[in-house]
């Protein structure tokens, strides 16, 4: 993920700084519940940690595990492809705070 000068916004706020978390949880969340019916799956614990404000660093963490019926199914690339989506999303709300401030 690019860093906050990258894009050119301010330094976040605490709101702002739980809000871009939040989003990149939900992001992955939805995209793993979009690809494996939630019957299927066993586990799916999803965090989104930040640690700064500017520039903010985001850490996302994907843990699936499915049922023995999903045995074939590639869970690393679900989990990789989960956290793309959630870097994704928080990039797309980085922008958002950026045009906002720029206002």
């Known amino acids: ?58 850490k996302v963490e994907v843990d699936i595990v499915l049922s023995q019926s999903m045995k074939n199914f590639n869970v690393q690339k679900l989990a990789d492809e989960a956290i793309r989506e959630a870097f994704n999303s928080a990039e797309k709300y980085l922008r958002e705070v950026a045009c906002r401030s720029q206002k």
């Open 1 to 58: 993920m690019r860093l906050v000068e990258e894009l050119g916004i301010p330094e976040l706020a605490n709101e702002q700084i739980e809000e871009l978390s939040s989003i990149a949880e939900e992001a992955a969340r939805k995209y793993v519940l979009l690809k494996v019916p939630l019957k299927k799956i066993e586990t799916l614990n999803i965090s989104a940690e930040t640690e700064g404000t500017k520039p903010v660093a985001l």
